[in-house]
Structures are given as C-alpha cells and as structure tokens.
C-alpha cells in the first residue's frame, strides 16, 4: 500500500513534554489509531503535523512532498477533526461553513448539505448553542466536506455518549469504502478501535512503543494464566506483565509461542486492545 503521509525523525520540545524522532508512516486504504494515555504526545505530534506548531526538526511528507514546501495545496486533502474547539462561539454554523469552505480547492456543497441533514443540525444554529455531539457531527461534515484523501482526528470521540461514538464509527467505515482514503485517529478510548482500526500505533512520554498491524498485535500478544508452579526467574520473562496471587498468576506476554511450548497446562485468553497498551506503559496498579 501506499504512503499517504510519512513522518521522519519528528521532534518538537516543550520545557516539561514534546515529542523526539518519531518516525511512522500512514498508509493508504488505513485507519491508524495513535494511541496513548492523557499527556503522551498524541496531540503535540497532530498539531505538529498540522502545522499549528513549528517542529524542530525531522520531515513530513504528505504523498512524497514536504508538507511545509507545498503547505496550502496538501492541505486541501486534509480533514481536520480536533478535540479542542477552533469555531467562532457567536457565529452560526452556516456562517462558519461561509469562513471555512473557501479555503479548500475542491469544496463540495452538496456533500455538505447531505452531512448537515444527516445529522439533523440546524445551519442558523450558533455555534455556542451547540452540545458537543453535534459540534462534533458539524466538525465531520465540514472535514469530509471537500473530498480529502486523509482524516485526521484528535480525540474525536471523547466526551460522547457510546451512540454517537458509535455513529461516529460508521462514518469512518463509510469514508473508508471510496478508493484512496486513509484516516489517522487519535484517542485513549481504545475499545473505539476494536472494529474499525488497521494499524496500531502506541505513543508514550513523546516517544513510539510500537507500530503493527492490529491483527497481527492481537495475535502475538495473549493473557495467561496458570498455577504458580510454571512461574520461575526464566518464564518470569516471558511476560510484560505478571500478577501473583495464592491462587495462581495471571499475566500478558508479547510471545505467546514461546509461553506455549514453556508451560503445559495454562490457559490462553485473546486481549484487548487497552489491555496490551497498559502492559506497556501501565503502573503497578494495571498489570492486566
């Protein structure tokens, strides 16, 4: 698959966080779920991306052009959904559209329309009126609204209620089936990429733990649990993760082969996507 955009080397410091050589790549027909705790770089590396913050070294390509030497025409085939509000309060939303579709070359006014009904939002509505469920539904018509080649969204379903997460869900399904479309999705709600992520890529103090197919992840990774007979200095390594009670252990491994041909009578479980991000970066108080 192709390369929508490639990220080498990215940095970007703050005094007390930032981000420092990322280096990833989103591939076309994708949906990529960055994901990582509160306060992990997840929002720094998208603004810095986006250019709402200056990066203080490496390179960002978007279909092999660097984003800053071509910065207006890639960025008319870039959705941008963010977490944080960037609309004018006291404008409606049929005067925010007037302010923004002008900026995008391939603006498309009857696709808008189309997401605005669907979504049953008033146009002469105010902005400052809105819940964020539907600031949320008016941020997706308006980022699908010029037929962009990459989603990008930061935390876009923080905050819903599971309906219009899972609304929201649908959606991205449905971008995804036009040829060409790729979507970079940020969030700390992982159970929101159960279904829908291809690529996992896991950020933690600015820094990337791993990158890899969801399918493959899930199935290198596996929960164990057995009596503490099988546990010893040498298979105590075999986990990421290890609980020891009275009653046996349980415990998350990366290598779920070499824990098989290790231990004879445990029991294997398929985990969750939340629960291989906290046997990475979790504390002691997440172990499973």
């Not at 720094?44 to 200056?54: E, P, Q, R, V, W």
């Not at 409606?92 to 049953?120: C, G, H």
């Not at 990008?152 to 819903?160: C, R, V």
């Not at 009596?227 to 040498?234: A, G, V």
């Amino acid at each position: 698959m192709k390369a929508v955009l490639e990220v080498r080397q990215l940095t970007k410091k703050f005094a007390d966080a930032g981000i420092e050589n990322l280096d990833f790549s989103l591939r076309e027909g994708c949906i990529t779920g960055f994901i990582g705790r509160n306060g992990s770089g997840k929002t720094t590396t998208i603004k810095t991306i986006l250019g709402l913050y200056l990066k203080d070294g490496g390179s960002i390509k978007f279909r092999g052009h660097e984003m800053k030497e071509h910065e207006q025409k890639i960025k008319s085939s870039i959705g941008v959904v963010l977490d944080e509000g960037y609309f004018y309060e006291e404008m409606t939303l049929r005067e925010m559209k007037s302010v923004l579709a002008p900026a995008y070359s391939n603006w498309d006014d009857a696709v808008f329309s189309a997401y605005i009904q669907r979504f049953q939002l008033n146009l002469d509505q105010k902005i400052a009126s809105l819940s964020k469920g539907m600031r949320m539904k008016f941020a997706i018509a308006l980022a699908v609204s010029h037929h962009a080649d990459l989603l990008i969204m930061d935390e876009p379903t923080s905050g819903l209620d599971p309906l219009v997460r899972k609304e929201l869900m649908e959606i991205l399904l449905e971008y995804m089936k036009e040829e060409g479309k790729s979507v970079f999705f940020s969030t700390h709600i992982t159970s929101d990429l159960d279904k829908i992520a291809d690529v996992l890529i896991l950020i933690d103090k600015g820094r990337i733990i791993f990158n890899e197919s969801k399918d493959d992840l899930l199935d290198r990774h596996a929960i164990v649990k057995g009596d503490n007979i099988f546990i010893n200095e040498h298979t105590k390594k075999l986990f990421l993760r290890l609980r020891q009670t009275a009653l046996g252990f349980e415990g998350i491994t990366a290598n779920k082969q070499a824990v098989y041909e290790q231990m004879n009578d445990v029991v294997f479980e398929r985990p969750s996507i939340e629960t291989i991000m906290l046997a990475y970066i979790g504390d002691e108080t997440h172990v499973i």
